[in-house]
């Protein structure tokens, strides 16, 4: 587990300027107890400068912060200035504090603060309410319930944990699309990783929905800030808390609604590296029981998530025996189960061609009926590939692809097009012909616009899949 590794190395990233002249620095430092500032923050002249009796560069150097982090991918980005975006004029990072009591203008000051004061500032105030509006609905793309737009912020307002969380994603992915300067999500991220860090292998179960619901959070923050593929760390944790004790599965909660989201993350992942998922909790699937559309998405991702550890798990002697031929079987049987079972809510209301469309334009009600249909695709197309009794069917496997990406096409629904990003990335090497293949490529240009996704490595690799099916 990275607890002890994350706590003993962790990379300070420097961020300094002016406005909107935001630079960043790294270096490794072994302690990572707190965040430091050039001074105390008083204007014209800090309380240190006083003391000592010399001159205050802090009114022109701006603002420093060092930010703990363990991504490394920051420290290879700031080594290359020359790489980054420039800025689009965003308005100052910190704005609003300069009217707080006594000149404090440190962000260390406002992250230590409780949520309802913090929220006191505008910025922090609009880097809410962003989360709520936009981000919060990532997480309730199969809970009809909608916990994470509705409970998640209201325990945020009692749980510093929680907020920190919200406010590094949220603050993060704001950066990301709109210009604003990144300071704020670092800085509220670091602070929700130490805490974290210090109930990890000890905490309240009452409060493991909030936990889970924060490590889900910080999870989407690690992906928009580098490679997801590399940096993995916090669904190792949300693996902790969901796996910790037994979780009823079937009884809904923010508990529960946290575990769904992690294991849609750890699907993402797996799906885009090709390796097992981490499961975190059991589910019986019982196809003569009744169950909300909601919950019927849900039970296909823990049936797909079965089916990619089924199938990317191959046995050491690379030989296929009973045992693994039963357990194709089942796996079968059970996604049929769960087609047959269907109710008329999950089929297209029309397949009306959308314009421009390359793929077929498949209309669903929800987003959840979206997902689940993508992932049973997904599903499918991966017990095609392993069947051990007969050979590959690529028709059925170019026909399931073409329908994950004319569901995610057709549909304009962020959440979905969030979660299948990792479905895109495992089917999109299937496509075979050049319209299809831009279609795709344009097609997650398009849904980073949004959602800040880092798509430039799954087009890398399709690209490099084409390129040896080509010349196959």
């Not at 962000?107 to 910025?123: G, K, M, S, T, Y």
Request: glycine residues 6%; contains cysteine.
């Amino acid at each position: 587990m990275p607890r002890h590794a994350a706590a003993n190395s962790w990379y300070e990233v420097i961020i300094s300027g002016a406005g909107n002249d935001i630079k960043a620095s790294p270096t490794y430092r072994s302690d990572a107890d707190k965040i430091l500032t050039t001074g105390d923050g008083l204007r014209p002249i800090c309380r240190n400068c006083i003391k000592a009796n010399r001159n205050c560069l802090g009114a022109d150097g701006g603002l420093k912060f060092v930010i703990h982090t363990n991504d490394q991918s920051l420290v290879q980005q700031n080594r290359n200035p020359q790489n980054q975006q420039p800025s689009h004029s965003p308005p100052p990072i910190l704005a609003g504090l300069e009217n707080k009591p006594q000149g404090e203008q440190e962000l260390d000051a406002l992250v230590a603060a409780n949520p309802r004061a913090a929220l006191a500032n505008l910025e922090i105030a609009e880097i809410f309410r962003h989360y709520i509006d936009v981000l919060a609905p990532w997480y309730d793309l199969c809970d009809s319930e909608h916990l994470f737009g509705n409970t998640v912020p209201l325990r945020a307002l009692e749980n510093s944990t929680l907020f920190r969380a919200i406010i590094a994603f949220s603050g993060y992915h704001r950066s990301k699309i709109s210009g604003y300067g990144p300071v704020i999500g670092l800085a509220f991220h670091a602070a929700c990783v130490k805490d974290l860090l210090k109930v990890v292998d000890n905490f309240q179960l009452g409060l493991r929905g909030d936990y889970l619901a924060a490590t889900c959070l910080l999870r989407s923050y690690e992906i928009l800030i580098g490679d997801s593929r590399k940096q993995q760390q916090h669904l190792l944790g949300a693996y902790l808390f969901s796996s910790n004790e037994p979780l009823d599965m079937s009884h809904s909660g923010l508990a529960q609604a946290g575990a769904w989201n992690y294991l849609r993350e750890e699907i993402t992942v797996a799906l885009e590296c090709n390796r097992p998922v981490r499961l975190g909790f059991e589910f019986h699937f019982d196809p003569s029981k009744s169950y909300t559309d909601s919950m019927r998405a849900n039970i296909m991702s823990h049936l797909l998530a079965r089916t990619i550890n089924h199938c990317f798990h191959e046995p050491e002697d690379g030989l296929v025996n009973e045992a693994r031929q039963q357990s194709w079987q089942d796996l079968q049987r059970e996604v049929s189960a769960w087609k047959a079972n269907l109710p008329a809510s999950f089929e297209p209301f029309s397949k009306a061609v959308k314009e421009e469309n390359p793929f077929p334009s498949l209309w669903l009600v929800h987003p959840w009926h979206v997902a689940a249909q993508q992932y049973c695709s997904i599903a499918e197309i991966l017990l095609a590939i392993y069947d051990p009794f007969s050979p590959i069917d690529r028709e059925f496997v170019l026909e399931q692809t073409l329908n994950v990406c004319g569901l995610a096409y057709t549909n304009d629904n962020v959440a979905a097009r969030v979660n299948v990003f990792g479905p895109l990335a495992y089917c999109g090497k299937y496509l075979q012909t050049t319209r299809h293949r831009q279609g795709l490529m344009s097609m997650l240009r398009e849904f980073a616009l949004p959602t800040a996704w880092p798509v430039g490595c799954i087009i890398e690799d399709l690209e490099r899949c084409w390129s040896l099916h080509h010349e196959a």
